[in-house]
């Protein structure tokens, strides 16, 4: 599994010219499933996602998290996180995860930030989406396998 997290001031979600998420101050978060990824793998994921402190508290100190500035998630899934350009100048996207787990992990994110999160937008799955967005900071950062590497 692969999260981008930008932090952003607003941020929305248009499909065939219809807006399907949108949002205010809070996390627009990119989402790719890998073929290896299971509810366990987005459980993880989730819970890193949401305690990350990158929202700045009184000082100007990124101390925050996304539940401490009350802030609203923006979920769109993005296979294309899954990019491999080792080989050549055409992408290979072999390690995505298949469409029907893609989906159901996805919807299965959804289900489960709306449990912490007040306010949780989304994409569509699979559809062509176009992304507006105001970064704020800008502060992006990316989530994978080795967040959650044992320490030594």
Same mark, same amino acid.
């Given at each position: 599994?692969? #999260? *981008?997290?930008?932090?952003?001031?607003?941020?929305? +979600?248009?499909? $065939?010219? +219809?807006?399907? @998420?949108?949002? %205010?101050?809070?996390? /627009?978060? #990119?989402? @790719? +499933?890998?073929? &290896?990824?299971?509810?366990?793998?987005? $459980?993880?994921? /989730?819970k890193k996602m949401l305690g990350l402190r990158i929202f700045e508290d009184e000082n100007g100190k990124t101390n925050r998290s996304i539940s401490d500035v &009350?802030?609203? !998630? !923006?979920?769109?899934?993005?296979?294309?996180?899954?990019? &491999?350009?080792?080989? @050549?100048?055409?992408? %290979?996207?072999?390690?995505?995860? %298949?469409?029907?787990?893609? =989906? =159901?992990?996805?919807?299965? /994110?959804?289900?489960?930030?709306?449990?912490?999160?007040?306010? +949780?937008?989304?994409?569509? #799955?699979?559809?062509?989406?176009?992304? $507006? !967005?105001?970064? $704020? @900071?800008? #502060?992006? *950062?990316?989530?994978?396998?080795?967040?959650?590497?044992? =320490?030594?």
């Open positions: 599994m692969k #999260f *981008v997290i930008q932090r952003v001031n607003h941020a929305s +979600v248009t499909v $065939d010219g +219809v807006i399907t @998420g949108q949002i %205010s101050k809070g996390l /627009l978060v #990119f989402i @790719g +499933v890998g073929q &290896n990824d299971t509810k366990e793998t987005a $459980d993880q994921f /989730l &009350n802030g609203e !998630l !923006l979920l769109v899934s993005q296979f294309t996180l899954y990019a &491999n350009c080792r080989k @050549g100048n055409r992408p %290979s996207f072999t390690d995505a995860g %298949s469409p029907q787990l893609a =989906e =159901e992990l996805y919807e299965y /994110l959804i289900s489960e930030a709306k449990k912490i999160v007040p306010v +949780v937008q989304t994409g569509v #799955f699979g559809a062509d989406m176009k992304v $507006d !967005l105001q970064n $704020d @900071g800008p #502060f992006t *950062v990316i989530l994978d396998h080795t967040a959650f590497a044992s =320490e030594k």
